[in-house]
């Protein structure tokens, strides 16, 4: 029956960084750098807010876009943090992580023949869905601009068919961000046209020097901002995101929400409020140590002689290889195979991260200091 299957579905490969996560798994004293998540546990009042809604029986349907409280503590932490205004009662979808946000996103707002932006390299979880809608992802070359997608650059990409350009930053793998400039000179080329911005903001949280903006704040009536949990509140396995829309956008993404999950789950939700308010300053402590990673990752790379760019925040780095290596995968399977430290190949992240690696810091010191020895062993 397999020739039946929906030929868009059967493209969609398995990604990158699953592929070479398996490759290497059996590899015995591996020191993995790969995974994107946070290495501290959820903070414990919000695990005790979930066992209290577990015994006080909240584990039935919620409104399909959330509790209506979650989503007035949602709607105020945008506000508190970023400026943000929407109506928690229409403009806020509380939903199966960014995943979801990003499927029904696309889902509602995308027909066959058109194409989204992506600036390249990027995170490799928007493309499959943009095929499965049968449009096309178009990637807009970052690499001769610290990896960062200008107004100029979007330029040359726009066609009478594109419909969406992706924002996604802070950027996994690049972890660098827009500056408000940037981001304005952005909502100036596309205000008015019929492109839609999908603000992927879900490391917002995670920005050491300087304070997160969102394109939101220049151009709500033309963007959907992503946001959730996953890394300002290490909960990636709660399956928490948050979607921030314009009413006459969200009421669609509702529907497709709705028909595709009914709801986010209960408890995990009851998690999110305890996040959103007693917790919102969980994310600092998490980031600082993030920040103290990420000097001491910089200082040892540096002294490596590698080309790198420093994250403006996340917690990847994404490095150029060395000459002489072939390709990124090559490069990849000769560290893990030498030295027993595992990082990700750029192609994981668009053709445009072929000649890259990315190392993600969310590990213990002690790890890094490790990986970093041998790392540097192998480059000599
Ligand atoms: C840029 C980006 N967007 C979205 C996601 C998915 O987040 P979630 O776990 O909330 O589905 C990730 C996860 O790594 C990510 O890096």
């Known amino acids: 029956m397999e020739h039946l299957v929906n030929p868009l579905v059967k493209d969609v490969q398995i990604s990158g960084i699953r592929k070479f996560y398996n490759m290497v798994a059996d590899i015995e004293g591996t020191i993995s750098l790969t995974i994107g998540q946070p290495d501290f546990p959820t903070p414990m009042h919000i695990k005790e807010a979930a066992k209290q809604a577990i015994d006080q029986d909240h584990t039935v349907y919620t409104h399909n876009a959330g509790y209506l409280e979650l989503r007035e503590a949602a709607s105020e932490y945008v506000w508190d943090k970023y400026k943000l205004s929407y109506d928690p009662a229409n403009e806020v979808i509380v939903t199966s992580g960014a995943s979801e946000g990003i499927d029904i996103t ?19 979880g928007y493309e499959p869905i943009i095929k499965m809608c049968g449009a096309t992802p178009v990637y807009a070359d970052t690499t001769q601009n610290g990896f960062r997608l200008t107004a100029d650059i979007i330029e040359k990409y726009i066609t009478d068919q594109t419909r969406c350009i ?27 046209k019929d492109i839609f911005i999908l603000a992927d903001e879900i490391y917002s949280e995670l920005v050491f020097d300087q304070e997160h903006v969102s394109i939101a704040t220049f151009l709500k009536e033309q963007t959907i901002v992503l946001n959730g949990l996953s890394k300002s509140h290490s909960m990636t396995g709660w399956r928490i995101g948050l979607l921030f829309a314009p009413l006459a956008i969200s009421k669609h993404i509702l529907k497709v929400h709705q028909y595709n999950v009914t709801c986010a789950a209960s408890i995990s939700q009851k998690a999110a409020l305890a996040a959103l308010t007693a917790g919102k300053e969980d994310a600092i402590p998490m980031k600082e140590e993030y920040a103290r990673r990420r000097e001491y990752v910089y200082s040892r790379l540096q002294s490596m002689k590698l080309d790198i760019v420093k994250p403006d925040g996340a917690f990847y780095f994404f490095i150029k290889l060395p000459e002489g290596y072939p390709s990124s995968l090559e490069f990849c399977l000769s560290l893990v195979k030498q030295e027993k430290v ?39």
């Open 106 to 124: 696309f889902r509602t707002i995308l027909t066959p023949g058109n194409e989204v932006i992506l600036p390249g390299p990027v995170y490799p």
């Open 342 to 380: 595992a990082v990700v190949p750029g192609d994981a992240f668009s053709p445009l991260g072929e000649g890259y690696f990315r190392l993600s810091y969310a590990y213990s010191m002690d790890t890094l200091e490790k990986a970093l020895d041998r790392i540097e062993t192998f480059l000599a």
């Open 166 to 192: 992706v924002l996604p930053y802070p950027s996994n793998p690049t972890g660098v961000t827009l500056s408000a400039d940037e981001l304005q000179d952005i909502a100036e080329l596309v205000r008015g």
